[in-house]
Nanobody
Framework: VQLQASGGGLVQPGGSLRLSCAAS????????MGWYRQAPGKQRGSVAS???????NYEDSVKGRFTIYRDYAKNTVTLQMNSLKPEDTAVYYC???????????????WGQGTQVTVSS
């Protein structure tokens, strides 16, 4: 199983970016799928996640600004980031909890990090 992330880059404060992540390989079912971020000198933390049933969870500082989407057929997750602030600067990581076979265990997978820099 692989997670391939795309998007990110440099944007001015108040701007928008979109991050996308696609899971591929031996996948029976993806339960939770979402995004984490890690700023320099800080621990990695959850930004947004979505369950297989469509439930969402957002970190408090991004509520109302970020929106997470999933395409269940394509095994993708997208994070639309609006009204970006300098404090959103971090490396963003895609995460997915995946069951590869019927009855198998759920394993956590991570995509490669993608840099988001918010600066004027």
């Amino acid at each position: 199983v692989q997670l391939q992330a795309s998007g990110g880059g440099l944007v001015q404060p108040g701007g928008s970016l979109r991050l996308s992540c696609a899971a591929s390989g031996r996948i029976f079912r993806i339960t939770d799928m979402g995004w984490y971020r890690q700023a320099p000198g800080k621990q990695r933390g959850s930004v947004a996640s979505m369950t297989s049933g469509g439930g969402t969870n957002y970190e408090d500082s991004v509520k109302g600004r970020f929106t997470i989407y999933r395409d269940y057929a394509k095994n993708t997750v997208t994070l639309q980031m609006n009204s970006l602030k300098p404090e959103d600067t971090a490396v963003y990581y895609c995460n997915a909890a995946i069951r590869s076979v019927l009855g198998g265990r759920v394993h956590d997978y991570w995509g490669q990090g993608t840099q988001v820099t918010v600066s004027s």
